[in-house]
């Protein structure tokens, strides 16, 4: 069974610094998809980035990108210049390509403090 | 304006008393799934439909059932609610599934006396 690790429950940075959350995960599938959500105190979820397995060339949205190691089963956010507005809880998540059913496993999260 | 609408928000009710979360999407998406989360574990997949005629199990689906009679609406429905079934609940769909980004409701949050 596939599972997701955040090994940091909680982080924090200083404004317009930078940071990166940590995600591992298991799995015996090649390919796949990963996700980065983020949770602001509205409890909305919001996409912010997400990576095809089979593509080597890690994914960049703006500030934030991923540095993505198939072979390590990693899969890290990095935020630059950090913002207050980043502040939330982000949650890692994986998703299996496998056409007879449909698994998405979420890490349990790691709530970002962003101190002005 | 694309969205997935969830209602009630905010959810209080007695053990054993059937209740429905209802979840509509606008945007013509075949997959809708359902979730709850729990502090230190995530969110957990109840159930998925992958289309009007296929409908799932997830990783948690113990007391929960849904239907998906058209497209847009995928209802959740606890027959009879205990106290652990309390938490905040979303709902989610996509395009397609595999590679396509949820879109996710603003939640329920549901407490069981």
């Known amino acids: 069974a596939q599972t997701v690790t955040q090994s940091q429950p909680e982080m924090s940075v200083q404004e317009a610094e930078t940071v990166t959350l940590s995600c591992t995960y298991d799995t015996s599938e090649s390919d796949y998809y990963l996700f980065w959500y983020k949770q602001p105190p509205s409890r909305q979820m919001i996409l912010v980035i997400r990576q095809e397995a089979y593509k080597q060339q890690n994914a960049t949205e703006n500030r934030f990108s991923v540095n993505f190691q198939k072979a390590a089963k990693s899969f890290s956010l990095k935020i630059s210049d950090s913002q207050l507005g980043d502040a939330a809880m982000y949650f890692c998540?994986?998703?299996?390509?496998?056409?007879?059913?449909?698994?998405?496993?979420f890490g349990p999260g790691t709530s970002l403090s962003v101190i002005p | 304006e694309a969205q997935v609408t969830q209602n009630p928000r905010y959810l209080i009710t007695v053990t054993g008393k059937k209740l429905t979360v209802t979840c509509s999407q606008n945007m013509n998406h075949e997959y809708m799934s359902w979730y709850r989360q729990d502090p230190g574990l995530g969110l957990r997949q109840i159930y998925y439909?992958?289309?009007?005629?296929?409908?799932d199990k997830g990783d948690v689906p113990e007391g929960y059932k849904v239907s998906r009679k058209e497209k847009r609406n995928f209802p959740l429905i606890l027959e009879s609610p205990s106290p652990n079934q309390t938490s905040l609940y979303f709902c989610?769909?996509?395009?397609?599934?595999?590679?396509?980004?949820?879109?996710f409701g603003n939640g329920t949050r549901l407490t069981v006396t």
């Open positions: 439909s992958m289309n009007v005629e296929v409908t």
């Open positions: 998540a994986y998703r299996s390509l496998r056409t007879s059913y449909d698994k998405v496993i």
């Open positions: 989610a769909s996509s395009e397609g599934f595999r590679n396509s980004p949820l879109h």
